[in-house]
């Protein structure tokens, strides 16, 4: 059920270019827990299967897509699943080194101290720069009093993560099953959070037809 993210590496192995509209999608998001967890489960399962399927012949792959392509696509495929797997044991690492009281020095000697702090590094950059993303997000609608919530950011990174080891699981228990996601569940209207017509970028309102209300499961 990430037929977007399988389409697009095929069409890409056969020479096209995909490219992005700067437009709004009208889907309705989970607002309850249960449903986005079974949503991202089943997306993050769809992209592991698209990659091991585009993997199986990967020197055919990289010939089609060429150096720059193929890293891309283990970059993105393949790093968005391995980080999802392995942010919750560096942040484990790092509690146990705070209580233990000798975060980022220990180790046996400079090497390990830089690879360290190296790491250190690496999540402070990829934290500030998901703020940062959500945060110009929400400027551009504008939409600023969702900005106290992004607290909450790290806490639904690791609920990702616990998205991924269900996907897994999945995957190889239940390859052919799709968990699905019901829409037309929430009934705030576009209306009551449109920006001012003068805000640059802003985002507005569609004209409503039957095809922007409550539908069926998807």
Not at 185 to 212: C, F, K
Request: a positive charge.
């Amino acid at each position: 059920m990430t037929e977007d993210a399988d389409l697009g590496l095929r069409l890409a192995r056969a020479g096209y270019r995909c490219r992005t509209l700067p437009a709004t999608t009208w889907e309705e998001a989970p607002v309850t827990f249960g449903p986005w967890l079974r949503q991202r489960t089943r997306w993050l399962k769809g992209w592991m299967q698209t990659y091991v399927v585009h993997m199986r012949t990967p020197v055919d792959l990289y010939r089609r897509l060429g150096l720059v392509r193929f890293t891309c696509m283990q970059a993105i495929f393949g790093g968005v699943v391995a980080t999802a797997f392995v942010h919750p044991v560096f942040l484990a690492v790092i509690a146990t080194q705070v209580v233990a009281g000798d975060v980022f020095i220990r180790g046996g000697g400079p090497v390990d101290i830089a690879v360290n702090w190296l790491g250190a590094l690496n999540l402070s950059i990829g934290y500030l720069a998901g703020f940062a993303l959500a945060i110009a997000a929400l400027r551009r609608r504008p939409m600023w009093w969702l900005i106290p919530e992004l607290a909450l950011l790290p806490v639904y990174w690791l609920t990702m993560s616990f998205a991924a080891v269900r996907a897994a699981g999945q995957l190889v228990h239940s390859p052919h099953m799709w968990e699905k996601t019901e829409h037309g569940l929430t009934n705030l209207a576009p209306d009551a959070i449109q920006a001012p017509a003068n805000a640059p970028g802003a985002w507005r309102a569609p004209d409503q037809s039957p095809g922007l209300q409550a539908g069926s499961p998807k």
